[in-house]
């Protein structure tokens, strides 16, 4: 179907064979590394996001996920970044804050 190009030169949305072929292992961990760089700074605006529109600062917010207030300064400077419940508390404090924080003032 010619869907490959062996000029080096792929069309939008295509996989330019020789370049992949090309990369070098060193420059898949680098890319790996930016990545994982990227998604961590991603996730700190997310948590910082989420705190600003609900009005709470970093110690309140600390205070009502019941995490140590280190844990979300790590969050928001992208050192670290939320998993499992925190990370499912976020996105309910994200899409549902009235609710989320009603739960959370009840427990």
């Given amino acids: ?3 490959y190009k062996t000029d080096g ?3 939008a949305g295509r996989i330019d064979i020789s370049r992949v072929d090309a990369t070098t292992e060193v420059e898949i961990k680098s890319h ?3 990545d994982e760089m990227a998604a961590l ?3 700190g605006d997310y948590a910082r996001q989420i705190r600003r529109r609900l009005g709470l600062t970093q110690v309140q917010l600390a205070t009502k ?3 140590p207030i280190d844990t979300l300064r790590n969050w928001e400077q992208g050192k670290r970044y939320p998993t499992g419940p ?3 508390l976020l996105k309910i404090l994200d899409r549902a804050p009235e609710a989320a ?5 009840g427990a």
């Fill in 9 to 11: 030169a792929a069309p």
């Fill in 65 to 67: 996920l019941d995490v």
């Fill in 101 to 105: 924080l009603a739960a959370l003032n």
């Fill in 41 to 43: 700074a991603d996730a």
């Fill in 86 to 88: 925190a990370k499912a």
């Fill in 32 to 34: 790996m590394l930016e």
């Fill in 1 to 3: 179907m010619g869907v």
